[in-house]
């Protein structure tokens, strides 16, 4: 026999479950139209997704931070890369899942955990799927989640962005979809004026064990995962559960030699001999002779010519 009290408790109504906070990004690549779908996909699997229109990155910062302590259950970027990493440097140290709806050109963290591209599709993955741990990388003390480096992949890399900050490009960039990296890369070897520079490399090899690099180097990545720019394959075999990084060095050779390697990273292929180095680490410093820029899930992360890389295993809580 149900007790009084028992039969009371048992006809209160559950409790609401805590709201995702939904942070979008102003200019994601989505039609009007389509964010009826993604709102109606909210609404089945959360009663009360809260919806967030920042309108710089930083105010997206803050508002990461603001909405963890107001006790959102996860916080979902509607965005691309760039977006991730504002929200992921954001809640550092914070143990909170991070959702995602791929709404940018690369989306190369979402294509590396198999998240359905189509928004409405990734909330029913998010709402019925699991959480996944995966690491991070961290350089001077800012983290990234898919691939980083400096010198010429810096400069294929932010190519993009300076592209799309130019008036009516962003049009342009949007009607050329993912094939527009391979081709601005290809323009940016064809343009690049600046000659090798030298890194001193000092790294901790999985094991534990110290080595140490002087090379003529066109840049490097430093990579988390093998894929890029919604496609390229470098021939790292990099994994985000692994708990190491891969750094892949662009050696200094011709630029023919260079285009060649693109076509290969574009089609999967074997990269000619000579034109990369790769080396696992765990930690790494890297110095270089001359002012660099270094990116990271395609967005500029910082300058110089003191470099602390470092692995964070992981890190980060995704819902996939």
Known sequence: MVS???????????????PWAV?????????????????????????????????SREEAA???????????????????????????????GIDVPLGILPLGTAND???????PLDPAAAVRRMAIGTERRIDLVEVNGRAFCTVGGLGLPAACALAVEELRARCGMRAVLGRLGTSVYPAIAAATILRARRAPQRLRITLCTP?????????????????????????????????????IFELCIVRAVARTRL????????????TPSGVFTVRAATHAHIESSDDATFFGDGDFLGGGRRFDIRTRPRALRVLH
């Open 207 to 243: 094991t534990g064990a110290e080595e140490r690099i002087d090379v003529m180097a066109h840049g490097l990545f430093i990579a988390n995962q093998a894929a890029l720019a919604a496609g390229l394959v470098l021939p790292t075999g990099s994994s985000n559960v692994d708990g």
């Open 109 to 115: 963290l979402a294509r590396e955990l198999g998240i």
């Open 23 to 55: 942070i979008v990004n102003r200019r994601a690549r989505v039609a009007a139209a389509s964010w009826s779908k993604v709102f109606a996909e909210l609404r089945d699997w959360q009663r009360s997704p809260t919806l967030h229109f920042p309108r």
């Open 62 to 92: 803050w508002m990461a931070r603001r909405l963890v302590r107001d006790g959102a259950a996860a916080i979902v970027t509607a965005g691309g890369d760039g977006t991730i990493n504002t929200v992921v440097n954001a809640l550092a």
């Open 259 to 270: 285009l060649g390697a693109l076509a290969c990273l574009k089609r999967g292929r074997p």
């Open 4 to 18: 009084t009290n028992a039969a009371r408790l048992l006809d209160r109504p559950l409790p609401e479950p805590a």
